[in-house]
């Protein structure tokens, strides 16, 4: 047996009915603020070149992908085979320099290829309106609601009734760094000690506003008279 099939059984029984309890209770959603921990640790260790730990830390975000893989399998929706079969399959897809016949002299070649390649592939999941689309899907939450409100202030979407402006404003009239760091400080201190996930909650409601504004600003379905 290899040893990422090791893994993979070893989390299929820490799933399993008389397994650990806390394995038992995960969600995909309630592993998210894990995966950022998992990856941020990392980062951390290749800025270091940290290479002992970078090896440990790269375990820790394999896990995370082997466990998102087996809840997923346990609903009849996908496989961990299946994760490594679709990014191999994309990955020679998106490499004809290598695997076909297209030729390429730079790594900039590379790129303007890969976008034009990619730009080809049928997306999964929603249908995006546009309106957000300079976003990157899941920054950090803080980093995430700050580029959703400098979109809605560049565009000018209508966010009255979805996001309190004038508050907005007048909060931000009385804030310097010292004083926001401590009222961020804060926050995460009381939502820790109400046992609240303050990273998945601004998480949510920034994608929240995004999607009420996306709604407001979509256009009427044909013949709607509208």
Known sequence: MSAIDELKATMARLRAPDGCPWDQEQTHATLVRCLIDEVSELIETIDRLDYPHMREELGDVLIQVVFHAQI???????????????????????????????????????L???????????????????????????LPALM?????WKQIEKKQLPAEGVVDTA????????LDEAT?????????AAARAKGLDPEGALRQHAAGVM????????????????
């Open 112 to 138: 303007v290829e890969w976008e034009k390649i990619k730009a080809t592939e049928k997306k999964h999941g929603p249908v995006a309106t546009g309106i957000f689309k300079e976003l990157p899907p899941r």
């Open 144 to 148: 995430f609601a700050e580029a959703v």
């Open 167 to 174: 508050q907005v404003r007048a909060l931000g009239a009385q």
């Open 211 to 226: 999607r009420e504004i996306e709604t407001r600003v979509a256009p009427a379905p044909a013949g709607s008279g509208v």
């Open 180 to 188: 926001l760091g401590k009222m961020l400080f804060e926050i995460a």
């Open 72 to 110: 997923a399998a346990e609903q009849g929706l996908f496989t961990f085979d299946d994760v490594a079969r679709d990014i191999n399959e994309k990955l020679i897809r998106r490499h004809p320099h290598v695997f076909g016949t297209s030729k390429v002299g730079t790594s900039a070649e590379v």
